[in-house]
């Protein structure tokens, strides 16, 4: 696995978030999720009461800005539905549910960066800074739900498992699966109301994980064998 900062270019670094970010974050929400309220001071201070060292931002280093926000929680996988929203694994954004004892899971509850400083690997940086973590925990996989905002043109055309084959096989390019594959996630299965506000992917969302090969996984803790709630 190569370092984060090899992938950020040059005048931004890596570190974890802080209160001075809270703005930033908020207002990178707003362009990225204009149809949802930014996350709250609140909501913010909770995340990093719960997991200081999970919650990752890129800076700019000249203006001191929070430009990319990576946020993340241990789970106990087992204890969720495969097809559980993203309200449900976050514990209504309080991550309450975090449970570094008990849990066999990162869980990467959100990935964003300025549309502003978008496409020049700040997205990558993030990813690699919460694997890190995973590996100095010893912490078998990360797993998050992906949007999927191509969708929405293809959801009449398409069903969402054929969609995403098409985006795995390069036929079709989603400007976030496609992202988080180029970044070696894994597909496990598509999901219905994993943000139900999320319009652009029609309501639908990609299960993902990446394994850390370091450890090995815990008996019986395939993420794909969960139960659903709703069938496919
Ligand atoms: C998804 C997101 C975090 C990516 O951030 P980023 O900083 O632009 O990503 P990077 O520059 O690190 O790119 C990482 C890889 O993804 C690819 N990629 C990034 N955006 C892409 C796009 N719109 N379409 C296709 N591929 C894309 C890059 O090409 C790169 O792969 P490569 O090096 O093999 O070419 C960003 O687009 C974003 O904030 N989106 C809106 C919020 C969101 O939906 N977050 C995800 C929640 S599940």
Redesign the pocket.
């Known amino acids: 696995m190569t370092s984060p900062a090899t ?1 950020l270019p040059a005048g931004y670094s890596l570190r974890v978030m802080e209160e001075r970010d809270h703005p930033s974050i908020a207002a990178i929400c707003k362009a ?1 999720y204009p149809n949802e309220p930014p996350y709250s001071h609140a909501e913010l201070v909770a995340h990093h009461r719960v997991f200081p060292e999970g919650q990752f931002v890129v800076q700019h280093d000249e203006s001191q800005r929070a430009v ?1 926000g990576h946020f993340t929680l241990i789970v106990r996988m087992k204890s969720f539905f495969l097809d559980d929203s993203w309200e449900t694994v976050t514990a209504g954004d309080t991550f309450a549910d975090h449970d570094p004892a008990h849990g066999e899971t990162l869980y990467g509850a ?4 300025d549309p502003n400083h ?8 993030l990813t690699l800074a919460a694997r890190e973590l995973a590996v100095a925990r010893r912490l078998w996989r990360m797993v ?4 999927m ?1 191509g969708y929405g043109k293809y959801v009449n055309a398409l069903p969402p498992d054929t969609y995403i084959a098409r985006v795995k096989e390069g036929t079709l ?1 989603d ?2 699966l ?2 988080h594959l ?2 070696g996630w894994d597909v496990l299965a598509p999901i219905r109301g994993y943000l139900p506000f999320d319009v652009e992917s029609a309501g639908w969302s990609a299960v993902i994980d990446w394994i850390n090969q370091n450890c090995p996984p815990p008996a019986g803790e395939e993420v794909d064998r969960l139960p659903r709630h709703r069938p496919l």
């Open positions: 992938h990225v990319g959100d990935l964003i960066v978008q496409h020049h690997g700040i997205g990558r940086a998050g739900g992906s949007r905002p390019v400007p976030v496609t992202a180029h970044d």
